[in-house]
């Protein structure tokens, strides 16, 4: 029996894990580019069996959550470090005492420096298991990156389709890891489109999210580790920067599966954080057709017109009574400021939006005292220098002298 199945998140209908299926077939059919794609699929595993099998979190966690992934060998992931990133509980912030718990999850500490190698390992982990040698992914940032930096590791071919315009700075770091980069004439969606016909046509592994359910696999085990690290407890909420929707439905999957196996009893409040500027998932949650407002955020990373998970994300935020709140551009300048000046923690425009929205929440007091809260870090802030340069200021160089310090420090 295969270890578990795929079932779309649209009509329900089941797949069997035996051969290797994106979309839902009969839901892809009438997906077009104005809106978000239908029959995206997510995977369950048989619950009971491991509930049987396996009564203590304690096993699962000695098996570094082996249990609950679509993989059937540790020895398949990376041998570079991803996960198990650091949670810094923070006591202080611009000097006065916090009144709730504060804990900062930092997932800038993965081995490209994003949240996305969650995801990566276990696409690269799957196609090793299967003998697929070539991971095909559209992508202008931080999941090309990854997923270049992973194949790196494990001798596999990444193939990158970025749109012509995306920025140099970008491919930098997919080309230094040895990925082959192809800029596609056009925008993302281009790009993503002709990887899926390149995976039809070349029999390569396509790693891009909503299409490819594996993604969420990987990025469900930050709740695994949230969980662990807390002491194996929940937090009451829990903030996530959110632009096409997979990392919020990654979180809400990881504690869902923690939930289906009996080891925790309660979702906790996931806060979905959206960027004013680009907030077409949280905007359209309760619209019957969706509208697009075309994106303009600092927030390179979270800014998406067409969320690409946005069914599933709205199936799991209206289920679980998620909450919901956009931050303005200076807000999320602001935080960042906050969080690197307080904490030590440089984080890239996306993840300082996270934290924009628990000061929102704190300066409207909405966090109960002694309140347990996590903000998701999801990478670091030296992927995207240009976006803080309006808040720094580079000062003047002196003449050598001793005069000319005193001056200058005066
Ligand atoms: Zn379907």
Request: glycine fraction near 6%; include cysteine; charged fraction near 20%.
């Amino acid at each position: 029996m295969d270890k578990f199945i795929y079932e779309c998140i649209n009509c329900g209908k089941q797949y069997n894990a035996s051969e290797t299926i994106y979309l839902c077939p009969n839901c892809s059919k009438g997906n077009d580019e104005l809106n978000p794609p239908k029959g995206v699929l997510r995977i369950v595993y048989n619950f009971l069996d491991i509930i049987k099998k396996i009564n203590l979190f304690n096993e699962i966690k000695k098996n570094n959550f082996l249990p609950l992934l679509p993989i059937e060998k540790l020895d398949s992931l990376p041998q570079l470090k991803v996960g198990n990133t650091p949670i810094y509980k923070i006591e202080l912030l611009n000097g006065e005492k916090l009144s709730f718990q504060l804990y900062l999850k930092d997932d800038s500490q993965n081995p490209t420096f994003s949240f996305k190698d969650r995801a990566s390992a276990i696409v690269s982990a799957y196609a090793k298991e299967q003998g697929f040698e070539t991971i095909v992914a559209a992508s202008t940032g931080n999941a090309g990156s990854s997923l270049a930096g992973l194949c790196a590791s494990q001798g596999q071919k990444a193939i990158i389709m970025v749109p012509e315009s995306a920025p140099i700075a970008k491919l930098t770091q997919i080309l230094m890891y040895g990925a082959t980069i192809i800029p596609v004439k056009g925008t993302y969606d281009n790009a993503f489109d002709l990887s899926i016909k390149a995976t039809e046509e070349f029999g390569w592994y396509n790693r891009n999210t909503a299409f490819n359910p594996l993604t969420i696999e990987g990025k469900k085990t930050v709740s695994f580790e949230i969980y662990t690290q807390l002491g194996e407890n929940i937090p009451d909420r829990v903030f996530v920067p959110v632009g096409d929707g997979v990392i919020i439905s990654g979180v809400y999957k990881g504690f869902e599966d923690l939930l289906n196996v009996k080891i925790i009893d309660k979702m906790p409040i996931i806060v979905a954080v959206q960027s004013e500027g680009s907030d077409n998932l949280t905007r359209n949650i309760n619209n019957e057709n969706f509208e697009v407002k075309a994106s303009n955020t600092i927030a390179d990373s979270i800014s998406v017109d067409i969320p690409r998970n946005f069914y599933m994300a709205k199936q799991f935020l209206l289920k679980y009574h998620g909450e919901i709140i956009t931050v303005s551009d200076n807000a999320i300048l602001e935080a960042s400021t906050i969080l690197s000046k307080n904490t030590g923690i440089f984080a890239e425009p996306a993840a300082a939006t996270a934290f924009a929205g628990l000061l929102s929440y704190q300066n409207n007091n909405k966090l109960d005292r002694e309140s347990k809260n996590v903000v998701l870090l999801t990478g670091s802030g030296l992927k995207d220098l240009k976006s803080v340069q309006s808040v720094i200021k580079m000062p003047e160089s002196i003449e050598p002298s001793i005069d000319n310090l005193k001056k200058l420090l005066s």
